[in-house]
């Protein structure tokens, strides 16, 4: 798989260590009320569709930027690459 | 019709006339007593234990290609029961104890082969760890040998001991492991469960479930609904997909494993080899082909195929490992589907929905699970609790941190 990187171009999937979902962006906040079950689901629950799947990559081997890439778990396609950076930003997890 | 030596003497005299369908193609019946959604190793399985062992009647297997599509005959056949923790050992010991006796059992050449399985040792850490295995099985009845790097030698003077990476300094065998004919498990099952009336029910897909009130009634098919007093999901890689159709998320990520088989070769390797260190293990089958593999391939798939770095790291471990193999051609590479589970271990447990079991989580280890899977699954849809050696296998484990966790990788399903 060759994933198109917003910055550097197309790289080698190789380049890239695999995280999974990028739902895991979305932590639960550790001091809320309730927080146990929002971690529950938050560490051990995955949708895991066949289909379009929104997944972090890190390229260990190369730039070490988080991507979020969509990409259909049935044929491999890669249908879009973002930084996870950007991502994150537009949910308002950073400053 | 039951199987035999004298069978096939007197079939041969009669121009091989007498054979009859191993099982049958019934039409599904509007209601059954158990649907069993999957009708691969585990799910066949879990018919023929419910059918023979549990005395249960009005059994069907649903299943959406055809019996033993799936992984069933998709793995690299070994059979082992060298797991270290409390909540697995007893399990996988009970499963070879069952390989053990499967054949005079559902009177089926499954060609069990118990021709020994070898885990290297490059360190004194491993040399440790497996040191502790070794010991954890014979606790829980399981056999183990601790073998120094020369004994290791007289069994297989062909291995690479000298590598500068990992240089072989012993190895940890179980002489009862050993490999199947895994198509013949699933045929086997079939026509265990068949002879004994479950109906086997082939290009019959799952749509979706009918629950009502916390109760579910049955279960939504290509074929039209079939009712269910207790619907059993033994559907691996596919178990996310299938679960969502009664509304649940799971802790299992489906993730793509290659294998690969060689052209066919005079007998060179006596058992089953498998080098944890680079990624690569090894048997030959009967037909003389090596049979191998490694690593799952590490991102989300339902593709049945992966991609070529890994089978050149494959291929790479093998050629570390075993230097003759260089000029060997490969035959066939393949891929099937794993449920990985976020603690490496299986499920097999009740659901929130009442009448609605779950049997999955797998990950690459499902195949020498298949008898106490089945047997397992089996004994809870009947008796309504857990098999003795089954407790652990339940979903809640996650959120109560009882993980059972071999490889102590936690939360990450590629690694485990």
């Known amino acids: 798989m060759i994933i198109n990187h917003p910055l550097l171009g197309p790289c080698d999937a190789q380049e890239f260590t695999y995280k999974g979902d990028a739902r895991l962006i979305d932590r639960p906040d550790g001091m809320a009320e309730g927080s146990g079950p929002a971690f529950y689901d938050y560490a051990y629950l995955r949708d895991n569709p066949a289909g379009e799947h929104r997944e972090l990559w890190f390229h260990e081997q190369g730039d070490r930027s988080w991507l979020v890439v969509t990409r259909n778990t049935v044929t491999h396609d890669i249908i879009s690459v973002e930084l996870a950076r950007d991502v994150a930003r537009s949910m308002g997890r950073s400053r | 019709m039951r199987y035999s030596g004298f069978r096939v003497l007197k079939e041969a005299l009669t121009g091989h006339r007498g054979w009859t369908p191993a099982w049958r193609e019934p039409a599904p019946q509007p209601h059954y007593d158990i649907v069993i959604v999957g009708g691969g190793g585990h799910g066949l399985a879990t018919a023929y234990y419910l059918a023979k062992e549990f005395r ?230 009967d037909k003389g082909g090596l049979v191998f593999g490694g690593d799952i391939d590490g991102y989300n798939s339902y593709a049945q195929r992966g991609n070529l770095p890994v089978i050149e790291d494959v291929a790479e471990g093998g050629m570390a490992l075993f230097p003759g193999l260089g000029r060997v051609r490969l035959l066939r590479v393949w891929g099937g589907i794993m449920d990985m589970s976020m603690d490496g271990s299986p499920i097999i447990d009740r659901t929130h929905v009442d009448g609605l079991y779950f049997n999955g989580g797998w990950c690459y280890g499902g195949f020498k699970a298949t008898p106490a899977s089945g047997w397992c699954f089996a004994h809870l849809l009947a008796t309504g609790t857990p098999h003795p050696t089954a407790t652990a296998y339940r979903f809640d484990r996650f959120e109560r941190g009882y993980m059972i966790d071999e490889k102590g990788m936690g939360a990450q399903p590629n690694l485990h």
């Open chain 2, 56 to 285: 249960q009647h009005r059994i069907a297997v649903i299943e959406k290609g055809w019996i033993g599509g799936g992984n069933v005959g998709r793995n690299t056949t070994i059979i082992r029961s060298n797991y270290l923790l409390d909540g697995n050992e007893p399990f996988y010991e009970f499963s070879l104890k069952l390989w053990e006796g499967l054949e005079q059992d559902f009177n089926y050449n499954a060609m069990v082969s118990q021709r020994g399985i070898l885990n290297l040792i490059h360190t004194d850490a491993q040399r440790d760890a497996f040191t502790r295995r070794g010991n954890a099985m014979i606790l829980n009845g399981a056999d183990a040998e601790l073998l120094s790097a020369e004994q290791v030698r007289r069994e297989y003077p062909f291995l690479n001991f000298d590598d500068a990476r990992f240089p072989i300094k012993g190895g940890l065998a179980q002489r009862r492991g050993g490999t199947v004919r895994h198509d013949a498990v699933a045929w086997g099952y079939a026509r265990g469960a068949d002879s004994r009336g479950v109906d086997i029910l082939q290009n019959c897909e799952v749509t979706g479930f009918r629950i009502e009130h916390g109760k579910c009634l049955g279960v939504e098919t290509s074929r039209g609904f079939i009712g269910a007093g207790k619907v059993g999901v033994a559907v691996a890689g596919s178990s996310s997909r299938v679960m969502a159709k009664a509304g649940m998320r799971l802790p299992i990520e489906s993730h793509v494993l290659q294998a690969f088989v060689s052209e066919g070769l005079k007998p060179v390797l006596p058992g089953v080899i498998t080098f944890g260190a680079g990624h690569f293990y090894c048997s030959q089958s």
